[in-house]
């Protein structure tokens, strides 16, 4: 049941009736018995003693009866503050469920501890805790990086590919290929340093947070779950909280802030930008392929309508004649479309914006450069208008005059049958002559018009090429965006697949993910004094970027582990992570989810700070009511976060998601009024957040600096909070259950596999200034 280090320090005894007497060491140097796979009766037995029969190795022969007594050592456990764990089970499960194909791809390296805690009505709780590592640290940063390698190598071939441009449009090439060739460069090596590290590790610690390499990798990351079994019930309850210490670039550093303050800085950036959607750079693709393939047929048609001239014949004439007016007015219907008038407007500003930058700057445009820009800067709708429009006019007269050549041919092709070889010559010649203006001008037309568009869409696809890479800042803003965006969304793929997991039978929640997207609440503990400022500016931006993804379910080829690993496909900006599921669990999903249907995400973050630089920022001096510090940040972000909270809850009325939650419209009342309270250190915010996100079943995540300590306060406290209210654990013994989790449970664990130590990083100074409720029992601190 548990190594001899769990055993000394439990102090659970296990007394067989051949050995009773012996003392613990005796116990430790004793023989092996046998082994018994009856744990789950001892776990759920009332009595304080119970018979196992053991088993001999060979698993055939019975090796005798042990008697087990759980006997509990107050010399050690003052008595208020009894400790009922149970035993440890370190890398291992008692549930089938939980060994399934799926939880085996996404959980690793479990660390479990188990508990009795007594109900209100005098019976027992068993309660089980789980902590996991998850491959999803190291997967899901690899393969982002992938995808922006591809698509930082997709960007620069595509405006390499738009050939000779105008000065200042180059110069936006120049500096686009500048930025991706280095993230480039800087993405493959990190790749590479990641690929090598996750041979043998699915886990960054706290004390790696700072390393390069693994910028992208989310610190400290684990499943936090607890199931919890009911007396006389055969099922468990499951209840997850996704840990992970706060997404932000601690490489880089916080002297200048965060991101959000950084990219705040470069407004003048994005202010020289012109912003264009993704459909918009898709629809500048689709023109600039359909010009590259009318403009040479339209031009292919006009030549072999000059060469028909020359034959005296109807039946050759008309179908090119139509088949020229036919490709013309589809080029005419591709110019007139709106988005080419206004980047083409767009454009001329934003060069002679441009070019008065760089006028007199080294390498500025030469005299007859200047001339062309100058000519062009005062463009305007009426210029567009008139290039298109003179494309359909020079048609016209090309369909005039062939109607015109036509029907004098059918006029006097009989009075001609007469007529001499040179005279018919010097006749069809005409025909010719009178076409061959016309078609010039259309050409020229066609040029003029298609030299123009162009433009436009090149101008279309470099600012929206820009937006990944200038308008965000120089290169390493844009880096640690994406870097923060990798650890925030490792977290949210492992919380989106046990949250899927844990509803797979739940038919009303399935619906609910594909009409109205899933809650993503994210609840930090972080300060706003000092470097903790800059990791919620970080956090604020990665949060808000997640809104972007969007989550598919597949079918996964086998029930192999690889396999069912979530991959991700996309570009940066429009994301689709796809969940494998084993091949039965896909077939008994809905039909609307095994179609393919993306399923959006709704991220929220509350933060709270609860420690002694949180009480210097919201310190006031003097009678004039200054702050030491400042808590705006705080504040702005919890005020935002819960009008998009209530904003989704509403898409959820009428639902059965929400048909058994009364008091879902109370507990959104609530939150508003501890929102604008501004308390200090009001984490009553925190508690109704997360009660409103468990009422409509979303994925719930917490953070502090590194997830160690301060996130241990509060998923402990969470924990014992959800079995008080949901499962009548006894109010009497609410402290007690509370200190035994914080004392020997999982977290204690995690501290353990971080710094080295059993002990939170808190002073006994330090937790004077926290909430009384996030502060550890004596002795597991210091």
């Not at 976060?641 to 507990?667: H, I, K, W």
Request: negative net charge; glycine residues 6%; charged residues 25%.
């Amino acid at each position: 049941m548990t190594d001899s280090r769990d055993f000394q320090r439990q102090r659970t005894l296990l007394v067989g009736r051949h050995e009773k007497g012996l003392t613990d060491s005796d116990l430790l140097k004793s023989n092996f018995l046998g082994f018994t796979s009856n744990i789950r009766d001892l776990l759920r037995s009332k009595e304080p003693q119970i018979a196992l029969n053991l088993r001999a190795m060979d698993g055939g022969n019975e090796a005798g009866e042990v008697m087990v007594s759980r006997l509990q050592m107050e010399e050690e456990t003052p008595p208020d503050h009894k400790c009922l764990a149970l035993c440890d089970s370190l890398h291992t499960s008692i549930h089938d469920k939980e060994n399934s194909p799926m939880m085996r791809a996404v959980l690793c390296s479990q660390v479990c501890k188990v508990y009795r805690f007594q109900t209100a009505d005098q019976r027992w709780l068993l309660v089980r805790e789980q902590m996991s590592e998850t491959p999803l640290s190291f997967s899901i940063p690899k393969q982002l990086l992938s995808v922006l390698i591809h698509s930082h190598t997709s960007r620069v071939q595509e405006v390499m590919e738009l050939g000779e441009l105008p000065p200042q449009l180059d110069r936006i090439r120049h500096d686009i290929i500048s930025h991706c060739n280095h993230l480039i460069g800087c993405y493959q090596e990190t790749f590479a340093d990641l690929d090598l590290l996750s041979e043998s590790s699915s886990f960054k610690s706290s004390c790696s947070k700072s390393d390069r390499q693994l910028q992208f990798v989310p610190t400290n990351l684990h499943a936090q779950r607890m199931e919890v079994t009911e007396p006389d019930s055969t099922g468990g309850v499951w209840y997850e909280v996704i840990t992970f210490g706060a997404p932000a670039d601690h490489h880089k550093g916080f002297k200048h802030g965060g991101l959000k303050r950084l990219l705040s800085k470069h407004t003048h950036l994005r202010d020289s930008l012109v912003s264009y959607s993704q459909e918009e750079s898709s629809r500048a693709r689709q023109l600039l392929a359909s010009i590259a393939q009318l403009q040479p047929l339209v031009f292919g048609l006009a030549e072999e309508l000059l060469s028909v001239s020359l034959e005296q014949s109807t039946a050759r004439l008309q179908p090119v004649l139509d088949s020229l007016t036919q490709q013309t007015k589809q080029f005419v219907h591709a110019l007139k479309d709106e988005l080419v008038r206004s980047a083409l407007i767009a454009s001329h500003d934003h060069c002679n914006l441009i070019e008065n930058a760089h006028a007199n700057q080294e390498g500025a445009l030469t005299p007859g450069q200047q001339d062309f820009w100058r000519q062009e800067a005062d463009y305007n709708e009426e210029e567009w208008d008139r290039a298109w429009a003179n494309v359909g006019m020079s048609l016209n007269c090309i369909i005039a005059m062939g109607d015109r050549l036509l029907g004098k041919e059918e006029e006097t092709s009989s009075e001609n049958q007469e007529v001499s070889g040179d005279e018919n010559f010097q006749n069809t010649a005409s025909w010719q002559e009178q076409l061959l203006p016309l078609v010039v001008t259309l050409r020229d037309c066609v040029r003029e018009a298609v030299l123009k568009a162009r433009v436009a869409m090149t101008f279309v696809l470099l600012q929206a090429a820009a937006a990944g890479t200038v308008s965000e800042g120089t290169t390493h803003l844009v880096q640690r965006r994406q870097a923060v965006f990798s650890q925030a969304l490792s977290a949210l793929v492992c919380g989106f697949v046990l949250r899927l997991f844990a509803s797979l039978q739940d038919q009303d929640f399935l619906q609910q993910m594909i009409s109205a997207g899933l809650l993503v609440q994210f609840e930090a503990l972080l300060s706003t004094y000092g470097e903790e400022v800059g990791m919620l500016e970080d956090m604020e931006v990665s949060v808000s970027d997640l809104s972007r993804v969007m989550f598919t379910i597949i079918e996964a080829k086998s029930e192999e582990p690889e396999e069912l690993l979530p991959t991700l496909r996309g570009e940066w900006g429009s994301l689709v992570v796809e969940v494998l599921l084993p091949p039965e669990m896909f077939r008994s999903l809905p039909q609307d989810v095994r179609d393919g249907r993306l399923i959006r995400v709704h991220p929220v973050l509350f933060n709270i700070g609860i420690n002694q630089q949180q009480s210097l920022a919201e310190r006031v001096i003097g009678v004039c009511g200054l702050r030491f510090g400042d808590s705006s940040l705080q504040e702005r972000v919890n005020q935002q976060s819960c009008e998009r909270l209530r904003a989704y809850c509403n898409t959820l009325r009428d639902t059965p998601v929400t048909a058994g939650v009364q008091s879902l419209s109370n507990l959104l009342s609530s939150l508003d009024r501890s929102v604008e309270a501004k308390k200090r250190k009001n984490v009553e915010v925190l508690w109704i957040a997360a009660a409103v996100c468990r009422a409509v079943r979303g994925v719930r995540l917490t953070s502090c600096k590194s997830a160690k300590d301060r996130t241990a306060m509060s998923v402990t406290l969470e924990q014992c909070v959800l079995l008080r209210e949901k499962h009548t654990l006894c109010n009497t013994h609410f402290s007690t259950a509370l200190h035994c989790m914080r004392r020997d449970g999982c977290r204690m664990e995690n501290v353990q596999k971080n710094v080295g130590s059993r002990k939170f990083a808190f002073s006994g100074v330090q937790l004077l200034t926290f909430p009384k409720l996030y502060r550890p029992p004596e002795g597991s601190f210091g």
